[in-house]
């Protein structure tokens, strides 16, 4: 079991190390779940098997140790070597491929479950969110809003809220579902979706841009147009760069790709049932729906909603639309 054990250590490292490195497309949740079933079953062998057995060695000791005094009490010597109880404790002391597989599984399985069914922490790897999300924010995802998955599988087990135009959600990329992406809802299943002269319009109906003071970037050291734009209500800000054109130069193909109409003014789209439409807050610096696609219902992560650090600026931490 210890050559066993340090193999399945070793694979689990390697493939982090590998991950890192980027020689293979990692998956957290197959691995977080691939290591609670793993660490699960050591957890059963431990309290079926090798805890009981690790007991009856330290019964048959505590019985060897009595009858050896008895012994030595007879020939009358009431002094005995040794510690009984530090033999004892070693003999029932767990070891250590246990301690590294059995010993994590309640701490494994608690953030499996958080994880899987509560929230989910993110962070802002990139700038298409401003000025919603910025570069850094650490953000919390809540997994049962739109309704419990199943990990791995995605099958839905509750039913949840239905998604609404102008939350902010996170998905698994549909052009590689390894990895996730944060945007905002701008297209239910549908729903007609215009997006022309950095206007944006969803069922013939402009939604309302107010103009406010311009947003300056840090990390780019300039200023952007800002404005409030509303999505059936729901006030967000979205910023916009004049220098950008509106055409989109280069558009990958995507399933449904025929339910969009490119034109030098920008794109309009249909969403088809089952999908969404998802755009960046940022809106000349997004890939998002404009250039692949739809997201299936199916790729839904969750809901993010609350900003629970940023090292750089601790005013960040709160709550967000």
């Known amino acids: 079991m210890p050559l066993l054990s340090a193999l399945i250590l070793a694979a689990f490292a390697g493939y982090g190390v590998a991950w890192y490195f980027g020689a293979v497309d990692g998956n957290f949740e197959l691995l977080l779940f691939t290591a609670t079933v793993v660490t699960g079953l050591y957890w059963l062998a431990e309290h079926l098997i090798f805890l009981p057995r690790r007991r ?7 019985t060897q140790a009595e009858q050896r005094r008895a012994e030595l009490a007879m020939q009358g010597i009431a002094e005995v070597d040794g510690d009984l109880a530090a033999a004892r404790q070693q003999v029932l002391a767990q070891p250590w491929w246990l301690d590294w597989t059995a010993g994590l599984f309640p701490v494994i399985l608690i953030v499996f479950l958080l994880r899987s069914f509560v929230f989910e922490p993110f962070k802002i790897p990139s700038g298409s969110m401003i000025p919603t999300l910025l570069v850094g924010d650490l953000i919390l995802v809540n997994k049962f809003t739109y309704g419990l998955k199943v990990p791995i599988l995605g099958a839905r087990i ?3 809220e239905p998604l609404q135009r102008g939350d902010v959600v996170v998905f698994r990329y549909p052009p590689k579902p390894s ?9 239910l299943p549908g729903d007609e979706v215009a997006y022309l002269n950095k206007a944006l319009t969803v069922n013939g109906r402009p939604m309302p841009q107010t103009a406010v003071p311009d947003f300056f970037d ?3 050291m300039e200023y952007f147009k800002q404005f409030d734009e509303q999505l059936d209500g729901k006030k967000h800000r979205i910023i916009i760069d004049p220098r950008r054109p509106v055409f989109l130069p280069r558009v990958d193909e995507f399933k449904y790709g025929e339910n969009c109409r490119y034109t030098v003014e920008g794109v ?3 969403v088809p049932p089952g999908h969404y439409f998802m ?4 809106r000349d610096n997004s890939q998002d729906s404009r250039y692949w696609g739809f997201v299936p219902d199916a790729n839904i992560v969750g809901k993010a909603f609350f900003v629970w650090m ?8 709160g709550s967000f639309r």
């Open 279 to 282: 755009m960046g807050d940022n």
């Open 268 to 270: 309009t789209c249909k």
């Open 158 to 160: 509750t039913k949840g």
């Open 310 to 317: 940023n090292f750089g600026d601790l005013g960040r931490i």
């Open 179 to 187: 990895e996730n992406y944060i945007k905002r809802v701008v297209g």
């Open 218 to 220: 840090e990390s780019q």
């Open 56 to 62: 009856h060695a330290a019964g048959r000791l505590q």
